[in-house]
């Protein structure tokens, strides 16, 4: 669109999009997005729109943290993790889901 390149992925009905001026192979982002989607989920422990909008903040960070002027630096949980400062929100449904397991 306009010489502006968007690639996605769907997550729980989350679509998480990236976008790029530049003839980037896909699979790179498509990978970059699958990492990022991963490190959120093992911070807030679900990936559902609720749990997105609770940790915005905390997302916030963590992409931060991956992601250095568009190019992708941290990708591993364990390496992430010491640099955010922010605790996830948990949600009802997961306090209840949690007492049980």
Request: aromatic share 14%; charged share 20%.
């Given at each position: ?9 769907a ?9 790029t ?29 609720e ?12 992409v ?31 306090k ?6």
């Amino acid at each position: 669109m306009e010489g502006i390149n968007f690639v996605y992925i769907a997550r729980k009905g989350v679509y998480f999009v990236a976008t790029t001026m530049y003839n980037t192979h896909p699979s790179l982002i498509i990978e970059c997005l699958e990492k990022v989607t991963k490190i959120i989920k093992d911070f807030c422990g679900i990936l559902n729109e609720e749990s997105l909008r609770k940790n915005f903040v905390l997302i916030y960070e963590i992409v931060d943290e991956v992601m250095d002027y568009g190019y992708p630096q941290m990708t591993s949980t364990e390496l992430v993790r010491p640099f955010i400062v922010s605790d996830p929100i948990m949600l009802e449904s997961q306090k209840y889901f949690l007492l049980f397991i």
